[in-house]
């Protein structure tokens, strides 16, 4: 799967997400927001680097960056 293609399809689950946080009590929101930040760091961690297109985890690690943002701004 190119770049192009993994975005589009995060992009659409990003969609999804973020109309179901909002669905959500603030505490609950909180929550999704600390754990989804964990993930990212852990997204981010130099591990992932080997063996992957590097284009496609570049692309992935700023998609969640942004997605990780929005979901603090949501809590």
Known sequence: MNA???????HAQELLMVSLIRAM???D???VA???QQQVELAE???LSSGHDREVAD??????RKLSI???SLS
């Open 4 to 10: 192009q293609a993994m975005l589009g399809v995060i």
């Open 25 to 27: 009590p603030p505490d």
């Open 29 to 31: 929101r909180r929550k």
């Open 34 to 36: 600390d754990e989804f």
């Open 45 to 47: 961690a130099p591990h």
């Open 59 to 64: 692309a992935f690690r700023a998609h969640i």
């Open 70 to 72: 929005l979901l603090a």
